[in-house]
């Protein structure tokens, strides 16, 4: 038996929970399968609403407080005694680039090289390590730890002479090359422009090596897809990983099917373990359209029936879009990565088909004109439960924030990017435009939807990091201990909300996920400290030491 989030917020203590749960059950002798007792259960049904037991029966949640799960604990319960740890809903991450990051967990770091020299000799370590003609990848470099000064190919051609490079910015908008890697994507300095993209070119009109946003294709294109053997593998251990972290559901929010196939193709073998709603290419949601009128919408291991468009680039890599040019680079306002018309057509073919829609958008004028598309959308296809997002949300005018609200789109946010951005956002556009940038607190306060995830491999997969980041603000760097622009934090229990409810509600399963109540998916995780009996500081070190999903132990 399903009850709606107003009835749940009515029970507070264990013996209305019990109340609640006796109904989940036919009759007296239907004995839970698995009895979690002892513990301090956050439920997510409101900042306060505890309980202390949860009983499993199946792959559902059947009952919650100790006095009905004691009243059906039979002879074949297993009875876990959790002594006193913390239980949360499972964490939900609603944009993340699933195998793309998993791939990276084998491939070599450049994120914490803190200048050029340590740069360089972390690539040519790494070449020493692969087969001659092997590409390396990898990298989630960062050229602000070194004060900005972009990589160029000629850094480490002496020492990658034999190996292809195609090392990735943190962000994923910008490819560094070496030399030879440029000529097997065929890109010198007669290459044409890529609509939606940049290859990066020196005073003589030579490729420096650096290629953003869609001139990407012509590299990835060059390097090759890996083998479905490699993609699962990567797949799986991405999987473990999530699950360490308490995270029960991921949304693959990519360009490309990769994590989909994958995903399908474990499904096929079995669970997958964690939970997956995929976002697909949105030009080719005529495709989709015809698998969901072939196979439906999945199930609730792996699902699909969404779609996610690029519309601009990412601030670090300057190519965001801006109604006024950059601070540090007076000659460009950013791309605009998709044509609006094309934007325009497939938003409102896919709507139309009743796919849900997802667009990136950091820039103030990326947001503007993907809230104005989709407005218009809605208008021309009527009425019904769409539920639009917008991935990112970073900067925004003051009037964009009340849209979100008042047009029912989700936002789609990732409070890592705040504290990691925020070091030298202020170089890029300067102070004026920070002020509505990141801006968690105002449209939580707004009474919009507000989902919180990582983007990971741009920032951990880690829920916990991301709590810290909405509710302290503190830049990685130490400098603002305060918090950056604080009247944008919001309270725990506000993040939580986002990282479970919110993040159900933004792949339409809040009735299954996202709470931890009877009839509900049994996802679960549990840790070895109160996050709310803390110091918030002291999130980042707690640890989770069970994940259940699906009524099963996945982790721990």
């Known amino acids: 038996m399903m009850f709606s989030r107003r009835t749940l917020l009515a029970f507070a203590g264990g013996t209305a929970a019990a109340a609640v749960s006796r109904s989940a059950f036919a009759s007296a002798s239907d004995d839970l399968d698995t009895a979690y007792i002892n513990a301090r259960v956050w439920t997510g049904a409101g900042a306060d609403i505890r309980t202390d037991a949860i009983g499993v029966k199946g792959d559902r949640i059947a ?13 074949r319960t297993q009875v876990i005694d959790l002594r006193g740890a913390f239980v949360t809903p499972g964490f939900i ?31 040519a370590a790494a070449v020493k390590t692969l087969p001659k003609g092997q590409w390396l990848e990898g990298g989630n470099w960062d050229q602000d730890r070194w004060g900005g000064e972009m990589p160029n ?3 480490i051609d002496a020492v990658t002479p034999d190996t292809p490079v195609a090392v990735i910015r943190y962000d994923l908008h910008m490819l560094l090359l070496n030399s030879l890697a440029l000529r097997l994507a065929g890109i010198d300095r007669n290459t044409p422009d890529v609509p939606g993209g940049v290859i990066e070119r020196d005073a003589k009109g030579e ?16 390097i090759g897809e890996p083998t479905s053997d490699q993609i699962d593998t990567a797949t799986r251990q991405g999987i473990a990983l999530a699950l360490s972290k308490g995270v029960t559901q991921v949304h693959p929010t990519e360009l490309e099917t990769i994590s989909f196939d994958s995903t399908r193709r474990l499904r096929a073998k079995g669970e997958t373990d964690l ?5 697909l290419p949105l030009k080719d949601w005529e495709k989709q359209v015809a698998l969901v009128k072939a196979e439906g919408r999945g199930d609730d291991w792996v699902q699909w ?8 680039g990412s601030l670090g890599s300057r190519t965001a879009r801006f109604y006024e040019p950059y601070a540090d680079d007076p000659t460009t306002r950013g791309l605009v990565v998709t044509d609006p018309a094309d934007l325009r057509r497939w938003i409102e073919g896919a709507d139309k088909a009743g796919l849900q829609v997802t667009a990136h958008a950091i820039g103030d004028e990326a947001n503007d004109i993907v809230l104005d598309t989709m407005v218009a959308v809605a208008a021309a296809n009527g009425a019904r439960d769409r539920r639009f997002r917008v991935e990112h949300v970073q900067h925004m005018k003051s009037h964009a924030i009340a849209r979100f609200n008042e047009q029912g789109i989700i936002a789609s946010v990732q409070p890592y990017h705040a504290i990691d951005d925020g070091r030298w956002a202020v170089r890029r556009i300067g102070e004026e435009r920070l002020k509505t940038s990141f801006a968690f607190g105002s449209l939580v306060r707004s009474g919009a939807h507000v989902c919180m995830g990582s983007d990971w491999p741009v920032a951990p997969i880690d829920p916990l990091t991301g709590l810290d980041a909405a509710v302290n603000r503190e830049t990685l760097d130490g400098k603002n201990p305060q918090g950056w622009h604080p009247e944008q934090r919001v309270t725990l229990a506000q993040a939580m909300h986002s990282y479970t409810q919110e993040g159900a509600y933004a792949g339409f399963n809040e009735k299954r996920l996202g709470l931890i109540a009877p009839g509900f998916l049994a996802d679960f995780a549990v840790w070895d400290a109160d996050f709310f009996a803390i110091d918030s500081h002291s999130l980042v070190n707690a640890k989770a030491l069970r994940t259940i999903v699906g009524g099963r132990q996945r982790y721990g």
Request: aromatic share 8%.
């Open 63 to 75: 009952a919650i407080g100790a006095d009905a799960v004691r009243a059906h604990t039979g002879k």
């Open 93 to 123: 991450d609603p944009h993340v680039h699933f195998v793309k990051a998993s791939q990276m967990l084998s491939q070599p770091s450049l994120r914490d090289a803190a200048d050029p020299k340590a740069f360089v000799a972390r690539i």
């Open 153 to 155: 190919k000629s850094w």
């Open 207 to 222: 490729p420096t090596g650096i290629v953003k946003d869609a001139a990407k294709e012509l590299v990835l294109r060059a």
């Open 275 to 279: 939970r997956f709603r995929h976002f």
């Open 305 to 312: 029936g969404a779609c996610k468009v690029v519309f601009d």
